[in-house]
């Protein structure tokens, strides 16, 4: 009687787990979405090819496979349809971002908060972006600029020493680990006016790049099934047991990272007075503004996004271009003629200026955006759900409530927007493109600048945009004026870490004086 009864409880269960995948499978408007079959079954293999760690490659060949509509998860697609982009990641958007992003909240001592990065909700969004905003604008960051200017010092510097140790010879040196030392330095000088001394110390000062990569594992990952976050280290039980666990306690750092910004926030060591600017973190403190309040809590919150947000992608487009020109002479050499041509005739700066940089070096603009296509920061979609009303994509309709997301690397390498050499390092693409639009026809560039989602767009674009601009623009020609580079392997395909942020790995150069120089 007893095992009767176990039995019934047992088939009933399996019944209502098939009925409930199947439902899944078979979704109204979703069950005709080409994909993998698995994934629209389940969370699993969307966990499992994130953990992986190489998203970016995957979601490239999906849709090579596939099509421009892909089913990634049950109620989760990819698109790379370019005439919905627009659409969906616009500045008035109603496509508010996912559940993806709550892995990413900041930690505060009350809890769990939404950031400008992850919260969902666009109104939230407006009112936590609205106070800080006017501190990202170019004209703020022409006035840091000489903090740049120091810590590209401090990097030359260091280069010069070891080169001169090696009595004037080659050095070698890891560009992974030194452009994020760099990107790291000069962040933190632009938003609390001291570098934490990175390349200075030729080291992780303090483990916070370490804190973030595990950080960006667990919520990379833990976001392709964010209904998991809440027993996962979104518990608070969980996440206290976590940290005698090393390996969970690697990835349990979300509060460790906004402390770090609270002790910056609530320095004493640093004074404003007559240094000539005022940096990022004084412009969030300042109420008057934009006229708007923001709490000492927000202010943390908000410089929090700079410490984890503003290193690893200025780095991951710093290496990107390194790489890229090294491995393509003819470029390489096009664009140290445009920085030699300008040296020459005394137009750059001891340490060159931005504007220098922006203004007349138009090949070295379309070798950062053609850098910064072919490997964006960013290596997994932007999720968005839709919202009442549905979409219309390729064709097919898609119901309200669908999560769907474009990945920048699948777009910007769209063949019909960029052309056959779409894998290409090709930068002169966009000159030509520039040069049609000259002549009165933009369709080319506005595609191109449509599918090229590195910053992202729409409402959601980055905020730090003009900080990383101004820290390669100066970076770059100031090298490639001083020094020579070279891969230690010629033949190196760089590796990747692809969670949530495509880190490369393995960039490591040969580096040498330039005669003249
Ligand atoms: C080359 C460098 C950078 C790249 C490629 C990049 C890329 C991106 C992308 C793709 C997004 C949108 C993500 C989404 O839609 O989910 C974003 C947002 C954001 N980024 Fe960046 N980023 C860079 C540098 C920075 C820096 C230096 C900072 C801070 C100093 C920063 C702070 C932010 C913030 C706060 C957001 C959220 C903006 C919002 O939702 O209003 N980023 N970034």
């Not at 604008?137 to 010069?160: G, N, Q, S, Y």
């Not at 962040?187 to 303090?206: C, H």
């Not at 940290?243 to 910056?264: C, E, G, H």
């Not at 989602?453 to 601009?469: E, H, I, P, Q, Y």
Request: charged share 25%; glycine share 8%.
């Amino acid at each position: 009687m007893l095992f009767e009864r176990l039995y019934v409880v047992l088939a009933t269960g399996v019944i209502a787990i098939v009925v409930l995948y199947a439902n899944r499978r078979w979704r109204r408007h979703l069950r005709d979405v080409p994909g993998p079959f698995w994934d629209s079954f389940s969370y699993v293999p969307r966990l499992l090819k994130t953990a992986y760690g190489q998203r970016c490659y995957i979601d490239i060949d999906l849709h090579r496979r596939y099509g421009s509509l892909v089913r990634v998860g049950p109620n989760e697609i990819s698109f790379s349809d370019s005439s919905a982009l627009s659409q969906v990641y616009s500045a008035n958007t109603r496509y508010e971002k996912s559940d993806f992003y709550v892995a990413f909240d900041a930690k505060g001592p009350h809890g769990s908060m939404p950031t400008v990065f992850s919260t969902r909700s666009e109104k939230e969004h407006r009112g936590l972006k609205k106070p800080i905003y006017g501190a990202y604008t170019m004209a703020v960051m022409l006035e840091l600029e000489p903090l740049t200017d120091d810590c590209i010092h401090i990097f030359e510097r260091k280069i010069d020493e070891k080169i001169s140790q090696s009595r004037g010879q080659v050095i070698v040196l890891d560009m992974n680990e030194w452009l994020h030392w760099y990107a790291f330095d000069v962040v933190m000088s632009v938003s609390f006016s001291k570098p934490l001394g990175f390349m200075q110390q030729e080291q992780d000062v303090g483990g916070l790049i370490a804190a973030i990569e595990g950080r960006l594992r667990y919520t990379a990952t833990v976001g392709q099934a964010p209904f998991l976050h809440p027993y996962l280290l979104g518990s608070n039980l969980v996440s206290k047991v976590a940290n005698y666990i090393p390996a969970l306690a690697k990835m349990n750092t979300s509060r460790r990272i906004v402390q770090f910004t609270a002790d910056q926030v609530n320095r004493s060591d640093v004074d404003q007075g007559g240094k000539g600017y005022i940096d990022m973190l004084e412009r969030f403190k300042s109420t008057g503004l934009d006229g708007e309040e923001i709490s000492p809590i927000n202010v943390t919150v908000a410089a929090s996004g700079n410490v984890f947000a503003g290193s690893d992608t200025t780095a991951i487009s710093l290496r990107a271009l390194f790489y890229y020109l090294i491995k393509s002479p003819r470029c390489y050499d096009k664009l140290v003629r445009e920085i030699d041509d300008l040296d020459q005739t005394g137009q750059l700066s001891g340490v060159v200026r931005f504007t220098e940089s922006n203004e007349l070096m138009p090949f070295m603009q379309a070798c950062l955006k053609e850098a910064m296509r072919l490997h964006p920061a960013v290596g997994m979609p932007l999720e968005r759900v839709v919202p009442e009303g549905g979409i219309t994509i390729s064709g097919k309709f898609i119901p309200q409530g669908t999560v769907i997301g474009a990945n920048p690397w699948v777009v910007a390498r769209d063949p019909a927007v960029y052309g056959d050499d779409v894998d290409e390092f090709r930068p002169e693409r966009w000159l030509e493109a520039q040069q049609e639009e000259k002549e009165g026809d933009s369709s080319r560039l506005r595609a191109m600048e449509r599918n090229f989602l590195a910053f992202g767009a729409g409402s959601r674009t980055c905020l730090g945009k003009n900080v990383s601009l101004l820290e390669m623009n100066k970076l770059i020609p100031q090298f490639l004026r001083k020094y020579k580079f070279e891969l230690v392997d010629p033949d190196l395909k760089l590796g990747m870490q692809d969670y949530w942020f495509a880190k490369q790995t393995g960039l490591v150069c040969k580096i040498s004086p330039r005669s003249h120089k």
